[in-house]
Each structure stands twice: as structure tokens, then as C-alpha cells.
């Protein structure tokens, strides 16, 4: 079934008003936030009025010094858990790893002499030549040198062989 298009004006109607709702629900999150936050602050904290005497002042300031020794403790309690599960996510990645295996990388042929491999074998401190060409002995090749002479004159030279054939056909 063919679609049909959406009018201009009408897009522009429905984009105004997603952003009113976006802009409603906006301020109803931070009027929600403004909320709990004073709630958390009247639980916490009560209401703030200077003392008028020492004794009330000393005991108001021994309050809040135990509210932030609590305050302390938890944020100690809490970095603790944090480094805690921390160090199991590490662990746990690191397993994961050695199951998995090592993947080796698929390595590049390269050329090289028995000279460079040694070399990078053993480091550039030890020089150990590996020329075999070098320790083979050497042969030198006999050429022979073969006269070309003319059949006719091979023949002639074996007159005696020519007569023994000719007697056997007789």
C-alpha cells in the first residue's frame, strides 16, 4: 500500500508538540529531583539554628562531627567495595582470556639467508657465518675437446673391417 507523505505544517504541528511534553516532563524530573533532594537534607540534617548557649553549640558540633565520622565510614565501606569488585572484573577478564586462547597472528613469509636468521636468532653480538658453499671442495669439470673430422677419413682408416664384411657376404 503506498504511504502517503506527511505535510509540512503537519510534521511541524507534531514536532511541537513532542516538545512540549519534552519540556513538561522536563520540569517535573527536576521538580522530582528538588523534592527528594529536600527530603534527604530534612532526614539528614534537620533544621539548622545557631544555639544560643556553649553547651548547645558543643553538643550540636559533636553531632555533626558524628554524622560526618558515619559519613566517612560509609564512603570507606563503599571505595572498598568498588576496588573489591574491581579486582574480581579483572580476574575474571583475565580468565576469560586464557580461555579463549592466544589467537597467533598469521605471520608473513620472508625471505632470509641462514646468515640473517641466525643473526636474528641469536643477536648481533655472536657473528656465526653459515656459507656452506664455502666449505664444499671445488671440482673442476674435464672438457673435452672432440676434433671434427670428416667421416669419410674414419671410414678409410678401417679398410680392414670393410674387407672382413665384404668376405662374409661372399
Known amino acids: 500500500m ?4 506527511m505535510t509540512s505544517s503537519r510534521r511541524h504541528h507534531l514536532k511541537s508538540v513532542m516538545l512540549q511534553i519534552a519540556a513538561q516532563r522536563l520540569e517535573d524530573e527536576a521538580a522530582d529531583i528538588a523534592a527528594s533532594r529536600e527530603q534527604h537534607l530534612s ?3 534537620g533544621d539548622f539554628s545557631l544555639p544560643s548557649t556553649v553547651e548547645e553549640l558543643q553538643k550540636l558540633c559533636k553531632e555533626y562531627h558524628s554524622k560526618c565520622d558515619k559519613v566517612d565510614e560509609d564512603r570507606y565501606d563503599a571505595e572498598a567495595k568498588v576496588t573489591k569488585n574491581d579486582k574480581e572484573i579483572d580476574e575474571l577478564k583475565f580468565k576469560v582470556k586464557e580461555m ?14 641462514a646468515d640473517q636468521m641466525l643473526q636474528a636468532l641469536l643477536g648481533s ?3 656465526v657465518t653459515m656459507d656452506l658453499r664455502s666449505n664444499l671442495k ?3 669439470k674435464e672438457v673435452k675437446v672432440e676434433e671434427a673430422s670428416d667421416w669419410r677419413a674414419n671410414i678409410e682408416d678401417k679398410k680392414d673391417r670393410k674387407k672382413m ?6
Open 100 to 113: 579463549k586462547g592466544m589467537k597467533k597472528p598469521a605471520l608473513k613469509k620472508v625471505r632470509m639467508s
Open 2 to 5: 503506498s504511504e502517503k507523505k
Open 125 to 127: 653480538k655472536h657473528k
Open 165 to 170: 664384411f665384404e668376405g662374409a657376404e661372399a
Open 138 to 140: 671445488q671440482v673442476k
Open 43 to 45: 532526614d539528614n540534617c
